[in-house]
């Protein structure tokens, strides 16, 4: 079955079976492999990517279903072109990535693509948030090394940065 | 983990979806959100060779209201009734509930339509509107029908839903007095163990994951009205249930919680 959706930016077509997931299409069908498999079952967000500026759990979602849709992965957080639309070479991060890095807030990183990204989403819906409600809107996020500690702060310090 | 191997159809209406329902049969599920179906899918809990998606029907996905009620699109997400100005002024108990279903990507997929016609005893929104007393527009090919809530729901996952039916719209009444919603659970984003839903100041209790369908707990309601007090109430409040028994929780367990919950809800509910 065709699909068409726009992944980081760029219009991708592609033939899929209809039962292909989305993390699957996004990992094996378009090689951006930052957004991680965890669990398979919509509990742990390791897979969480944004559709139409949403966060979504990429292992629920069909590939058929995000025909026509907007979708940005990891990959597509940090800003690599200038106002101009000439690359910089570099990665410019992304704030809540930047936030991660300096309040440590990971340790083996596995969940850190989608905490991340449902981090993003959450301050988009909840710019002023009070530490419990960062703590319940990342509830559908599992982190098993850090005790969200760090990760809470790195979120803090955005919605701060950005207020 | 992926589904089993199935053909996948967009619907351009719901007379569309209708259309194909009756042309593929039993071998036909309806797609909203798909954060109850694609999991089951996964589990091979349940084996379509069909997918109809309706889930990008936004002429099904309103809050509005509508003389004494609220009228709710099928295809309405969790996030949308959560984020809702209508609700948080006419019926906050379904704002309440809604936005403790899962977590926040998952309500940015599922819907309210989607969510009752998966007739789930052990979700919160279907025991939600049960208690609020709602109404559930199905239409077929033969029209529209109204269903209300009480006569909805027939056991695990089943509803009166006909197979060529789809749910298009649901009703609440508009309304703020006294209500409450008590969700019983150990990790953040499960199911509720127990759930207690109170609407009216008591006249509507439900409770959710004490049967095979989210039930009303007629005794505690008819005593409330008859004058019992909250605790003597409360008391009733298993009362002909049969509470499912697993890694949670044994039946005896649930009774407990069920009555001590319904306490909490009705208290609070009055306060």
């Known amino acids: ?163 | 983990m992926i589904p089993a191997a199935f053909d996948y159809t967009v619907a351009e209406s719901a007379d569309h979806a209708i259309q194909l329902l009756g042309e593929y049969g039993d071998e036909a599920k309806l797609l909203a959100g798909g954060h109850s179906l694609i999991p089951m899918m996964k589990y091979r809990l349940a084996t379509p060779t069909q997918l109809i998606d309706v889930g990008r029907l936004d002429d099904l996905s309103y809050i509005r209201r509508d003389n004494g009620h609220i009228a709710i699109g099928a295809m309405t997400k969790h996030a949308q009734l959560e984020t809702s100005d209508v609700l948080a002024a006419d019926c906050p108990m379904l704002q309440h509930v809604a936005a403790l279903v899962g977590d926040p990507s998952v309500r940015h997929r599922g819907t309210l339509g989607g969510t009752l016609a998966h007739s789930d005893p052990a979700s919160d929104l279907p025991a939600a509107v049960l208690a609020l007393g709602g109404t559930i527009v199905a239409k077929g090919p033969n029209g529209q029908r109204e269903i209300a809530s009480s006569e909805f729901f027939t056991g695990y996952f089943e509803s009166v839903l006909a197979e060529d039916e789809m749910i298009v719209e649901v009703k609440v009444p508009a309304g703020t007095a006294g209500w409450n919603y008590q969700k019983f659970n150990r990790r953040a984003q499960d199911w509720a163990i127990v759930g207690v839903a109170v609407a009216d100041g008591g006249a509507g209790i439900s409770l959710v994951n004490m049967g095979s369908t989210p039930i009303r707990a007629t005794a505690a309601e008819e005593a409330l009205a008859g004058g019992a007090s909250i605790a003597d109430a409360a008391a009733l409040a298993a009362q002909d249930t049969d509470p499912p028994e697993d890694l949670n929780a044994d039946g005896e367990y649930r009774a407990h919680l069920a009555r001590v919950l319904t306490q909490r809800a009705l208290e609070a509910a009055n306060g």
């Open chain 1, 1 to 163: 079955m065709d699909v068409s959706m726009t992944v980081n930016g760029s219009t991708h077509s592609s033939d899929v079976e209809p039962r292909t997931l989305l993390v699957h299409h996004l990992r094996d069908g378009l090689g951006l492999t930052g957004t991680n498999i965890g669990c398979d079952s919509s509990s742990c967000g390791a897979c969480t990517v944004h559709m139409n500026g949403e966060s979504v759990k990429s292992c629920t979602v069909l590939a058929v279903q995000a025909d026509g849709q907007d979708i940005t992965t990891i990959e597509g957080l940090a800003d690599t072109a200038r106002a101009d639309g000439s690359s910089t070479g570099d990665m410019d991060w992304h704030p809540m990535q930047e936030a991660f890095q300096q309040c440590h807030a990971l340790q083996c990183g596995y969940c850190t693509p989608g905490m991340v990204m449902a981090s993003v989403s959450f301050l988009k819906e909840n710019p002023n948030p009070t530490e419990a409600q960062i703590r319940e809107g990342l509830e559908g996020n599992l982190c098993r090394c850090t005790g969200y500690h760090n990760i809470v702060k790195a979120v803090e310090s955005v919605a701060g940065g950005a207020s």
